[in-house]
């Protein structure tokens, strides 16, 4: 091999760690560490037609919490049994090591001889998730869990006065603030309907704080993600959410991270009023959730 042929080769194999180091580099700046994905919703990465699940860097490449599923399939595979791809939809790139061997000639006494050294190179192709595809034959794709509603929830966010729209665009949960909606992922992608309602609930909590409604500065003036005031509203959100799921006689498995939880355990350590003040904002998110009109007047303010 000449010198320029194995330049080139090593050009292409940093490239390829270049594109990976940038696609990282780009997650971590949304806010988003790949690696400490639980992957509860989606699942593992995988493709549907191996069954094989994807490891190591590209399991962290293929983390999206755009789709339903974390199920993916090659333009090749696709193509093979018959799918094709949804217009305007883009690949997600996975690498893998691909094996060469370098000869070299020497010699042996007079005889000639060539050492055969096995090497590998990174390289690359594209896959797609099945939510881009179309026509792939139902025994390729996940069972869909059958979903309910649930009237007891039903009725109480019919209740809400102002109700945000909800909708259900986004493979995650979040309440936008300057639109004005909530977004949820599919009801089946959760593994109860219970847990649905929770986050669900949730979200809306957090929709209490916009300026139509109860214009709370917890919302309103929401700084970064860590900061005092996000924790506080994450804690009105869900002390708000425990409080509905009373109401509607749920239990689910619905969580905080630890991050929250151990900004929470400093605020209470640091400030004795913190825990009031989320309590009675959580307390006047639920009333208005639920529309109630019987709150006397005369209640006192808990943090005098």
């Known amino acids: ?179 004005d909606f909530v977004n949820m992922p599919k009801k089946n992608s959760f593994k109860n309907d219970e847990s649905y309602y929770a986050t669900l609930f949730h979200e809306l909590v957090h929709s209490t704080g916009h300026e139509s409604r109860l214009n709370r500065d917890t919302v309103t003036q929401m700084t970064e993600i860590g900061g005092d005031t996000y924790s506080l509203e994450e804690l009105v959100a869900e002390i708000g959410t425990c409080y509905l799921q009373s109401v509607a006689g749920i239990a689910s498995d619905f969580q905080q991270s630890t991050a929250y939880i151990k900004g929470w355990l400093a605020k209470l350590k640091g400030d004795k009023r913190f825990i009031f003040r989320a309590a009675k904002e959580s307390q006047k998110a639920v009333d208005y959730i639920l529309n109630r009109k019987d709150i006397p007047e005369d209640v006192p303010h808990d943090e005098e």
């Open 1 to 179: 091999m000449s010198t320029e042929t194995a330049n080139a080769k090593d050009v292409a194999r940093k490239d390829v760690y270049q594109i990976i180091n940038d696609r990282l580099i780009e997650q971590l700046e949304k806010g988003t560490a790949p690696w400490q994905q639980p992957w509860t919703v989606g699942g593992l990465p995988k493709n549907i037609i191996s069954k094989n699940f994807y490891r190591g860097i590209n399991m962290m490449l293929l983390f999206n919490d755009e789709f339903e599923h974390n199920l993916f399939i090659s333009f090749k595979q696709l193509k093979d049994i018959g799918g094709k791809v949804k217009k305007g939809e883009k690949a997600f790139m996975i690498v893998y090591w691909k094996p060469w061997e370098r000869k070299n000639k020497g010699t042996d006494q007079n005889e000639e001889t060539i050492d055969t050294k096995k090497k590998y190179i990174l390289r690359y192709h594209y896959v797609f998730n099945i939510a881009q595809c179309e026509n792939i034959p139902d025994k390729y794709l996940p069972l869909v869990r059958e979903t309910k509603e649930l009237p007891s929830c039903e009725s109480i966010v019919n209740a809400m006065p102002l109700c945000p729209p909800i909708h259900h665009k986004e493979q995650s949960a979040f309440y936008d603030f300057k639109h």
